[in-house]
T-cell receptor, first 116, second 113 residues
Framework: GAVVSQHPSRVICKSGTSVKIECRSL??????MFWYRQFPKQSLMLMATSNEGSKATYEQGVEKDKFLINHASLTLSTLTVTSAHPEDSSFYIC????????????FGPGTRLTVT | DQQVKQNSPSLSVQEGRISILNCDYT??????FLWYKKYPAEGPTFLISISSIKDKNEDGRFTVFLNKSAKHLSLHIVPSQPGDSAVYFCAASVNSGNTPLVFGKGTRLSVIA
């Protein structure tokens, strides 16, 4: 199997605070993890690509100082939304790939972030 | 500029009939295509894929057709079941390494009993 978990599944925070979302590959080592964001009625928008032990590659328009990504091990990547604002409220989804099977992405269940 | 387009935001089909979901792409470098199914508040789950060296791939009730010259692919579900009701995303990638998927906006399929 290829199971990816995310924690928390749902979080509500106040404007100005920071929130950390964890993405774990439970039964395989993920060479690469991706972070996506989904707005209502829109596609999954890639935010950044994260490789273990190196800096994340951010997509154009994504603020790297606001969305901090740390891929500390082959099974864990974290996304920290710093100084969150209501417009950051969204559904954040991570995915992970197995070595050599780049197109086989396994998705986490997502995290619903609400900033009040 | 959207590289992967799903022009129908929604589709309703009677139970037992065929559902056809369409997807167009513009990047000729794409050589691997996937369909994902997504329920509300859940991550996408992989459904079926096709490499550009093929024009058809079948898995049970699901068949994906690829027309490279038209840069078009479609997902056929037959027979459609109420449990198929979900949002379906078409995705494409260049299978040359750890390249991220490019997703379409999705099509919401409603299968009516």
């Amino acid at each position: 199997g290829a199971v990816v978990s995310q924690h928390p599944s749902r979080v509500i925070c106040k404007s100005g605070t920071s929130v950390k979302i964890e993405c774990r590959s439970l039964d395989f080592q993920a060479t690469t993890m991706f972070w996506y964001r989904q707005f209502p009625k829109q596609s999954l928008m890639l935010m950044a690509t994260s490789n273990e032990g190196s800096k994340a590659t951010y997509e154009q328009g994504v603020e790297k100082d606001k969305f901090l990504i740390n891929h500390a091990s082959l099974t864990l990547s974290t996304l920290t939304v710093t100084s969150a604002h209501p417009e950051d409220s969204s559904f954040y989804i991570c995915s992970a790939t197995k070595p050599g099977l780049a197109s086989e992405q396994y998705f986490g269940p997502g995290t619903r972030l609400t900033v009040t | 500029d959207q590289q992967v387009k799903q022009n129908s935001p929604s589709l309703s089909v009677q139970e037992g009939r065929i559902s056809i979901l369409n997807c167009d792409y513009t990047n000729s470098m794409f050589d691997y295509f996937l369909w994902y199914k997504k329920y509300p508040a859940e991550g996408p789950t992989f459904l079926i894929s096709i490499s550009s060296i093929k024009d058809k791939n079948e898995d049970g009730r699901f068949t994906v057709f690829l027309n490279k010259s038209a840069k078009h692919l479609s997902l056929h579900i037959v027979p459609s079941q109420p449990g198929d009701s979900a949002v379906y995303f078409c995705a494409a990638s260049v299978n040359s390494g750890n390249t991220p998927l490019v997703f379409g906006k999705g099509t919401r399929l409603s299968v009516i009993a």
